[in-house]
């Protein structure tokens, strides 16, 4: 027998999910057509969203080939207000969650893995 809580553990967890997935592609449609053109943005790709605090904000994770990630990630915490803003014009629900990014070096860690697996095999 399934328990109650259990159940609606679950669906919380599904829902944050869906909240997350929605507002990463909403807010990479926002990049993508408000901020095409820029020099620091332009370049940066949603790889992943996660729902924290009750649905209360989403932490959204880019990557960017730009070498300065710093400048990257002071522009996009700049422009935090205005994407929000164009996210509650896009978003069909009562509350708009904060948006919070962060960095994601997942691709340059598993280069690095590579290098060294690499230069393992050359020994």
Known sequence: MVNANMMKKQNNSNRAER???KVQTLVAEILR???????LLGGVSLVGAVAHGG???VRLFFYSHNKNIAD????L?????????????RMNQKYVPEIRFEYDD???????IDEIFAKLNEK
């Open 55 to 57: 649905l209360q904000f």
């Open 19 to 21: 909240v997350a997935s």
């Open 106 to 112: 997942t691709l340059e860690r598993a280069a690095r």
């Open 72 to 75: 990257v990630q002071r522009r």
């Open 33 to 39: 057509s408000q901020f095409g053109d820029d020099e």
């Open 77 to 89: 915490d700049q422009e935090t207000k205005t994407i929000r803003y164009e996210l509650a014009a």
